[in-house]
């Protein structure tokens, strides 16, 4: 067990990570692309929107969608995986969720016991480190004890973390935070001038993780619907038109590629690089600093 273990961590260490990630795109024959891990985000948001309308757009009931959803969403696991992002996040279940019919919700819940019954063995032996996002003790009974068997299972990984967000209402997130931080006001643990943004964060589902890079909607919406109000206020939005069920690793790529053409600025201001007719050649350069010494003595 114990040797087990230490082989699974020298495994993570020594890993070797992708010099680039190349994928050869499937949907057309194009070149394969590339693209350098200093460009990739460290952390990625989905929100997996559009299966009811993928269903019913071929006259199939909206469970359907949910079902070919999950297909998609194993596809991108595994790419995020094989490419080496730090943390993905998936938006598959919000608190405002539960307002739909009870055989969607059903169906939902259905899907979802299955999905971790056939995938843990598999994400396990990838090392990857699930954490669920939400309110895990407010699902029903056979999902919450499967989800916390996964996160139990999965809580020594040092591979892909995956978050899932489940019962996930980003404002409850931030109240649930705020009560923490004033319990702990109230026994004594902190002063109120102890709460800075560092300490806010901390009481986060995502305590922890750096801040989302990218985030990724499809179906064409573009709104966040509740989630992760407080680490997406830097992020990259990146909005894909097809439904969920017919994103893949070729479309998933063209997100991470716009991402890496933007400019973040976070608030600053980037430098333009200094076109090549002018930039000086080091001795030049050393010449014209001796020239401007002279005349300034
Ligand atoms: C996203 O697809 C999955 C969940 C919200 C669970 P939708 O079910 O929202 O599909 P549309 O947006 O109605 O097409
Ligand atoms: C957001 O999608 C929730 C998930 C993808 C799980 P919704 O379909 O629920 O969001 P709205 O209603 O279009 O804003
Ligand atoms: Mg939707």
Known sequence: MFFDKLSRMLNDVFRPKPKYITVTPVTDSGPTQMLPPSKLP???AIIMDGNGRWAQS?????????????EALRD???ASDDWGIEALSLYAFSTENWSRSKEEVAALMGL?????????????AKHVKIT???????MPEPQRQALVNAMERTK??????????LNYGGRAELVRAARALAQKVKDGEIEPEAIDEAAFANELYTAGLPDVDLLIRTSGEMRTSNFLPWQLVYAEMVFDEGYWPDFDRAKYLKCLRVYAERDRRFGGVNEPPVPEEKQ????????ADKTKAAAED
């Open 42 to 44: 460290r952390h990625v």
């Open 156 to 165: 020594d990984n040092t591979g892909l973390k995956l978050n899932i967000a």
């Open 112 to 124: 979802l016991l299955r999905y971790f019954n056939s995938e843990i063995d598999e994400l396990d």
């Open 280 to 287: 000086e050649a080091p001795a030049q350069a050393e010449e």
């Open 58 to 70: 071929r006259g199939m009931p909206r469970s359907a969608g949910h079902a070919a959803g999950t």
């Open 132 to 138: 669920i996002l939400g309110d895990v003790d407010g």
């Open 76 to 78: 991108i696991i595994r």
